[in-house]
Nanobody, 126 residues
Framework: VQLQASGGGLVQEGGSLRLSCVASGRTRANDPTGWFRQAPGKEREFVAAISWTSGGTSYADSVKGRFTISKDNIKNTLYLQMNTLEPEDTGVYFC????????????????????WGQGTHVTVSS
């Protein structure tokens, strides 16, 4: 699976951004595809994920109610709509997919994802 993320940028606190991740290859065999982020000096953390096969979603508690993950099966593109952004949302955002299919309890671990996009920078100013 190859992943190409885009859409990052600089936004003021309270603003919105939409990230995109174009996936190619066997997305349904390597499922789900998710978003992770890494702030300077911090570990990479789970943000959200969506299954290409079931459409099921999962979110980190810190983004619930503010971020929405969605997909376009025809375009093989994943989206992350980010609203009410906070400075704590600043970081590099990566889309990622595992090798094979993960059970839901494993969706959150960066270490079980084998395919990573190049990352897109998000900066939220206060």
């Amino acid at each position: 699976v190859q992943l190409q993320a885009s859409g990052g940028g600089l936004v003021q606190e309270g603003g919105s951004l939409r990230l995109s991740c174009v996936a190619s290859g066997r997305t349904r065999a390597n499922d789900p595809t998710g978003w992770f982020r890494q702030a300077p000096g911090k570990e990479r953390e789970f943000v959200a994920a969506i299954s290409w096969t079931s459409g099921g979603t999962s979110y980190a508690d810190s983004v619930k109610g503010r971020f929405t993950i969605s997909k376009d099966n025809i375009k093989n593109t994943l989206y992350l709509q980010m609203n009410t952004l906070e400075p704590e949302d600043t970081g590099v955002y990566f889309c990622a997919a595992p090798r094979g299919r993960l059970i839901r309890s494993n969706w959150y671990g960066a270490h079980v994802h084998d395919f990573w996009g190049q990352g897109t920078h998000v900066t939220v100013s206060s």
